[in-house]
């Protein structure tokens, strides 16, 4: 799954220092609740440590103040430019990088990537014979970006058992509120997934209503359609088990287009002038043309090494010589420089871990153009 930095592009564009938090944000135990307490302090003590401004300094402490009610465990990831913050940011899980506090040259989003690593957007749709909730969820979001309530008729909804020609007639009356309910239901989805972009529409809760439902979707909806036998809204429901099985979903896939990803960086491989690069040397070398479709990326890998980021084009260098005349902001980390570099020139990412790349192989990209033999990698 791929995600699109471009949002950020006005934020790397814009000279440092920046001050870094990436942070655990729990308050759930009274031992999370003392370290909540006294984390501001301690970022204090670090960014003035570093030589940081006192603006930055407050605007980051006020930011790190404890959040009471966040369910265990989840992480912050704060960026703080001239006196302002600029991305606050509650993110789902524990920390998957060390945790840091730090003024950089240029701003480091990878944590964001990390816990966000795809920008997959996916419908939950839980459904009864007279009722439909939409919650529309973007992967590694936690709680749902927008939830829709569907009330459909709710009288004559279940079937008549008096026999002879009024049970009937009853009968049909009923399945005729069902299926209106169901098409408004399904209209709502429709538009739902069509204005996201979702990728998933996951169809929960009762059995009919869910057919009838996935009946009256439009045809691009259907084909995205999977279907689990779980209902919160009903008594004694658990409500863990339809997350774990939607999650199982997402995750599917995920690894579904991540997979296709990598077929097409194999099969470009292979062309004789391929529409591919391999290495730091070709893809740093195709990110300064703004060549690079995808970059993949393989960031535990490359986390030791550090790469030059610029203030102008060609924003990128693995050497002073290659900046080609570019104001040098600083040596950073190569995945920040790398991600910095994809973002300006809108280049989407994809991380993945290290076998999935070739041996001896830590970024890789698919390009937008074909350049001709392969630049060695280095």
């Not at 040397?281 to 550090?306: F, P």
């Amino acid at each position: 799954m791929t995600t699109s930095l471009q949002k950020y592009a006005d934020l790397y564009r814009r000279p440092g220092p920046w001050c870094t938090a990436y942070v655990p944000a729990g308050t759930g135990t009274v031992d999370s609740l003392e370290a909540g307490d006294v984390r501001p302090g301690n970022a204090q003590a670090q960014l003035e440590a570093q030589g940081a401004a006192a603006a930055d300094i407050a605007a980051m402490e006020q930011a790190l103040q404890p959040a009471a009610g966040l369910p265990a465990p989840v992480s912050r990831f704060v960026l703080v430019h001239s006196g302002k913050v600029e991305v606050n940011e509650v993110l789902p899980g524990d920390l998957v990088l060390p945790e840091r506090v730090a003024m950089e040259p240029v701003p480091d989003l990878l944590p964001l990537v990390k816990h966000r690593p795809e920008e997959l957007p996916y419908v939950v749709a839980e459904v009864s014979r007279e009722h439909g909730e939409i919650r529309l969820y973007r992967a590694g979001a936690g709680a749902p970006s927008s939830v829709r309530e569907v009330e459909g008729e709710s009288e004559n909804i279940h079937k008549f058992h008096g026999g002879g020609w009024s049970e009937l007639r009853f009968q049909h009356h009923t399945e005729d509120v069902w299926r209106r309910n169901a098409d408004e239901v399904a209209g709502e989805i429709d538009r739902v997934a069509r204005a996201s972009g979702a990728r998933l529409i996951v169809l929960a809760g009762d059995i009919r209503a869910r057919g009838l439902v996935k009946d009256n979707l439009s045809e691009a909806s259907q084909a995205l359609v999977s279907e689990v036998d779980s209902h919160t809204h009903t008594g004694g429901a658990d409500s863990a088990n339809l997350e774990d099985q939607v999650n199982q979903h997402v995750s599917e896939v995920w690894a579904e287009e991540q997979q296709n990803v990598m077929d097409r960086l194999a099969v470009r491989e292979g062309q004789a002038n391929p529409e591919a690069a391999h290495g730091v040397g070709a893809v740093v070398h195709a990110l300064q043309q703004a060549q690079v479709d995808t970059l993949i990326l393989d960031d535990a890998a490359l986390s030791e090494r550090t790469m030059l980021a610029l203030a102008a084009e060609p924003w990128i260098a693995t050497a002073k010589e290659e900046a080609l005349g570019a104001e040098i902001l600083g040596k950073v980390p190569a995945p920040a420089a790398l991600l910095r570099a994809a973002a300006l020139t809108d280049a989407r990412v994809l991380l993945v871990p290290g076998p999935v790349l070739p041996e001896g192989v830590h970024v890789a990209a698919l390009l937008r153009w074909s350049s001709g033999p392969d630049v060695p990698s280095s």
